[in-house]
């Protein structure tokens, strides 16, 4: 038996199974970790394969996928390596800010590598992923890693230099964030919380779903729902003049210095 195989139990992991599922996979799946409540949850709730050995599960492997923590890689390549790989093995690590020539040089050869970026909202069907392929991988190991993240959601592949960029810019936790300030300011002046989360939630997600399902460009949409002299233009003034520009890009730029910190860590 060959298999999906996932080094790491953890929220991605869980959501990229339940993604899966939903649509349909049926290729096996492995999952390992050292937590075995957490293997026998997965278990329960997605039909996947437990294998409690390290071993074991990169036996089973025609795809890896390297789903721990940043600071977690260093250890876990280490005892891959000690495995003494039999065979060429496609791997992908899911690990933030680790490029993939350190990936490379702490395995090397049998291994190819590639990068995701796959979103938490993959577990509905309407993730968004980012990949970036390592050399060596041949046409159909690249198709085989991409038809696995484009069955969750949309895929874009983008160059390895600009990966930490889309990874500070892409997270649903903005619009989650975003979500909950609003909410949390629509209460202050006054409204209570369920209406407060029915008016934010559509002036945030109805409204970008209207531009993505649509054809008007974003800069159309802006002037269509801030007419001037309104409401809606008064407020956009004053959140620029308080720096709200300012505040996003500094929180996207310490993104990125997290993300180069997790790679001096390999």
């Not at 990966?163 to 202050?188: M, W």
Request: glycine residues 10%; proline residues 3%.
């Amino acid at each position: 038996m060959r298999a999906t195989v996932f080094l790491g139990g953890g929220r991605i992991t869980s959501a990229l199974v339940a993604g899966l599922r939903l649509a349909g996979y049926e290729h096996p799946i492995v999952v390992h970790d050292r937590h075995s409540r957490k293997l026998q949850e997965l278990k329960r709730q997605h039909r996947i394969i437990v294998e409690e050995d390290l071993a074991g599960a990169i036996e089973l492997a025609d795809l890896l996928i390297v789903a721990v923590r940043p600071d977690s890689v260093r250890k876990l390549l280490k005892e891959i390596r000690e495995q003494q790989l039999p065979r060429r093995l496609t791997a992908v690590s899911l690990a933030a800010g680790i490029p993939l020539s350190r990936l490379q040089a702490r395995l090397g050869l049998p291994v190819r590598w590639a990068r995701a970026m796959p979103s938490p909202v993959c577990r509905s069907g309407r993730g968004l992923t980012g990949l970036t392929f390592g050399r060596g991988l041949s046409a159909s190991e690249r198709a085989m890693v991409r038809n696995l993240f484009a069955s969750v959601g949309a895929v874009v592949e983008i160059p390895e230099k600009h990966f930490d960029a889309f990874t500070v810019t892409y997270s649903s936790s903005h619009g989650y964030h975003a979500l909950a300030t609003l909410v949390g300011a629509a209460e202050s002046v006054g409204l209570d919380r369920k209406t407060a989360l029915v008016a934010a939630g559509h002036a945030l997600a109805d409204g970008i779903a209207a531009w993505h399902s649509g054809n008007l460009s974003l800069e159309k949409l802006l002037k269509e729902a801030a007419t001037p002299g309104g409401i809606a233009e008064a407020v956009m003034a004053a959140l620029d003049r308080a720096g709200y520009r300012r505040i996003v890009k500094n929180g996207l730029c310490s993104g990125i210095r997290r993300a180069r910190k997790n790679a001096s860590r390999l």
